[in-house]
């Protein structure tokens, strides 16, 4: 259905998810791994057969925007290469308050407050915002992961996993499209994006996470044995 709407951008955060999801499950890597050669084999046919034109536009003007060839600039490649100057603007410790209006409203940056949120965030507080944002995500995600560990059955663990993967999946695609990594999609930048739909189902995670957290682990998970009450 995401990929009807059409949001392809979205739809591909569930595949990172799922790989995460299944290796912790137990699927051989082996399988694992042929999944994902077979999935680089198709890539290219993909391009050609299931890809849109204007997503088809975006990828080459990302790979256009990496040689350093400018033709996409001003069409199709518009908001990554304004997005690029605003990070770049922010040097090491950003610029005050009026200096990054100004600097925004000057490159027209589209979805300033939406998908580009990170540009200005960066262009405003430089490199020292940038870390401390990608900080709290790291926490967030590390935190994830560790109540994976210690969740009580493994259907809690495969929801701590999943969620932790798919914020660093939707985190890497936001970021990556912002610093000119990766082709401009509609994905936003968990918990900062505005938007109602997007922090909704943020906060959505956050809540299951915290459900999880809140459970005292199992016997089992810290070494003991295991309760047979606890399934």
């Known amino acids: 259905m995401v990929v009807l709407e059409p949001d392809l951008g979205s739809a591909l955060l569930f595949a990172p998810t799922l790989l995460a999801m299944t290796i912790v499950a137990g699927v051989r890597l082996r399988h694992v791994l042929l999944a994902l050669l077979a999935a680089a084999i198709l890539a290219p046919t993909a391009y050609f057969v ?3 034109p204007y997503q088809r536009a975006r990828i080459d003007a990302i790979v256009a925007q990496i040689k350093g060839d ?52 960066v262009c405003r507080h430089g490199m020292i915002g940038a870390l401390a944002v990608l900080g709290a995500y790291a926490m967030f995600v590390l935190g994830a992961f560790v109540l994976s560990l210690v969740a009580r059955d493994g259907f809690t663990k495969l ?9 660093f999946a939707q985190l890497t695609v936001n970021v990556g499209m912002t610093i000119g990594l990766l082709p401009i999609t509609g994905v936003t930048l968990p918990f900062l994006s505005y938007g109602g739909s997007s922090l909704l189902s943020c906060w959505v995670l956050a809540g ?20 047979p009450f606890d399934d």
């Not at 605003?86 to 009026?98: E, I, S, T």
């Not at 929801?159 to 914020?167: E, F, P, Q, R, Y």
């Not at 996470?209 to 003991?224: M, Q, T, Y």
């Open 50 to 52: 299931a890809l849109k």
């Open 70 to 121: 400018d033709r996409y600039e001003s069409t199709i490649g518009f908001q990554g290469w304004r997005a690029m100057r605003l990070v770049g603007a922010g040097g090491f410790a950003g610029n005050d308050a009026d200096r990054t209006r100004a600097l925004v409203e000057f490159n027209k940056l589209p979805e300033e407050h939406n998908d580009m949120i990170f540009a200005v965030i």
């Open 159 to 167: 929801v701590a996993v999943g969620i932790g993967a798919l914020v």
């Open 208 to 227: 299951l996470l915290l459900g999880i957290g809140i459970r005292p682990p199992s016997r089992a998970s810290v070494g003991g044995d295991k309760d």
